[in-house]
């Protein structure tokens, strides 16, 4: 399918504090766009992805679509079908993860209907590229009678993959898996890494091809570790820390091997009470046995949630240094290495985090929106031009007018490359991409 030009290829550049940014439309209107993401391999090509529905009750359909920009493209040429839309009254496959290696490699995580349209109990992945062509799925697990939740993907440059996820079988008895692939090959059989009361899982995977599996076990977190190398896992840390429950976790790799693990966590009771939220981080060195001691990085008392973009997000830059971000009291806050804490949106206003990414030559940017309330909502960002360099202004993303939520970012070399959901006025919302 090709982008019609005089919808997908329409300049956006109002005047203001956001010229350095022009925008392209990626999609046609739809009843709901989400969950917008924008991968980038090595060679240069980007692939753009959201989340639609169409229509509303059990008739309506839903669906994952995406688009293509080609290695030295001005802009997104045309549009891919990811997810193919289905009825939402039958079970829907759910795109868990997409994510890049190589030079124009990509894997899909999917959580599939089991057998005979059971709910959500087969995970399996589609190799591809960033050219939006995909193989067929390879089924990973089948689990017939328990719901597979919170899939993980995570993917280095050369190709070495982890998928983990966990599968909600009762009090007690849920269960973490991860499946690993070596680059070049497919992923291997399903290894069990705990039992319990399970409610999130997160991995990440190192430049050498080290794998840190992470889960929330309801009011702990744990962790296993692979090093290089090695041929199974080490034994189970658990993270010295306030209670984490509700735990949004954040785990990466160095290159150096060093691990950090950052999260925020909330306790949320049944009868709705909830207490303060908290933003913390834990450090394995390079060759350490497990993880020193949790840092609090922020608490803030509890508040409605008028935003539902991430609470905390982490990335390594290409300097090496870790750099978390977080939605704090004073608004989106940025912590890189031992640097203390930039605060980057503008003072008084309602910033939700939505994203952090990591360019070359040190090159950061993070992205909010002013909250789901916010029915003229501006995507904004800020860019920190080099390793060690402070974020600059907040920036105006999105056009001007519109109501815009949800922006993912990456680099295109090193212009920052923002893809969001935008509508004007009560029209329908469509994807967008903006770059500076």
Do not use: C
Request: no cysteine.
């Amino acid at each position: 399918m090709r982008l019609a030009l005089a919808v997908a290829l329409l300049l956006l550049v109002p005047a203001g504090a956001r010229a350095e940014w022009t925008g392209q439309t990626l999609s046609s209107p739809h009843s709901t766009i989400d969950s917008p993401s924008v991968i980038v391999a090595g060679g240069g090509g980007a692939l753009a992805s959201w989340r639609f529905q169409q229509g509303l009750g059990n008739g309506s359909r839903a669906g994952t679509e995406g688009a293509v920009r080609p290695a030295g493209a001005a802009g997104f040429t045309r549009r891919v079908a990811i997810v193919p839309a289905k009825r939402i009254d039958r079970p829907l496959t759910t795109l868990a993860g997409l994510e890049p290696y190589g030079a124009d490699g990509a894997i899909q995580a999917l959580i599939l209907p089991g057998p005979g349209d059971a709910p959500q109990a087969r995970i399996g992945v589609r190799f591809g590229k960033v050219d939006g062509s995909f193989g067929r799925v390879r089924t990973i697990r089948v689990a017939p009678t328990y719901s597979i939740l919170r899939a993980s993907l995570a993917v280095n440059a050369r190709g070495d993959a982890a998928l983990a996820w966990f599968e909600n079988r009762g009090v007690r008895t849920d269960r973490v898996y991860v499946a690993l692939r070596r680059a070049g090959h497919g992923f291997g059989k399903p290894r069990r890494l705990a039992t319990g009361r399970i409610r999130n899982v997160a991995a990440a995977v190192g430049q050498h091809g080290q794998v840190l599996v992470s889960w929330d076990a309801r009011g702990v977190l744990r962790t296993r570790f692979k090093a290089r190398g090695a041929r199974g896992f080490g034994a189970t840390d658990t993270i010295r820390s306030r209670k984490t429950y509700n735990a949004d976790m954040h785990p990466v790799i160095t290159p150096s091997g060093r691990t950090v693990l950052a999260w925020s966590a909330q306790f949320t009771s049944e009868g709705g009470s909830r207490g303060p939220i908290h933003f913390e981080a834990a450090t394995r060195a390079a060759g350490a046995r497990r993880f020193a001691r949790a840092r609090l990085l922020e608490e803030i008392p509890s508040r409605a949630d008028d935003g539902l973009g991430h609470p905390l997000d982490a990335v390594v830059d290409s300097a090496g240094t870790v750099a978390i971000a977080w939605r704090g009291a004073a608004g989106v806050r940025v912590k890189r290495g031992p640097a203390p804490a930039q605060t980057v949106s503008a003072p008084g206003t309602t910033a939700v985090l939505s994203d952090l990414a990591a360019g070359p030559a040190g090159r950061l940017v993070v992205v909010w929106d002013g909250g789901v309330e916010d029915s003229a909502s501006l995507v904004r960002a800020a860019v920190a031009d080099g390793a060690g360099a402070p974020f600059g202004a907040p920036e105006d993303v999105s056009a001007a007018g519109r109501d815009s939520h949800f922006g993912a970012a990456a680099f295109i070399g090193d212009r920052p490359l923002v893809v969001l959901s935008s509508r004007e006025g009560r029209g329908k919302p469509v994807a967008q991409a903006y770059v500076r």
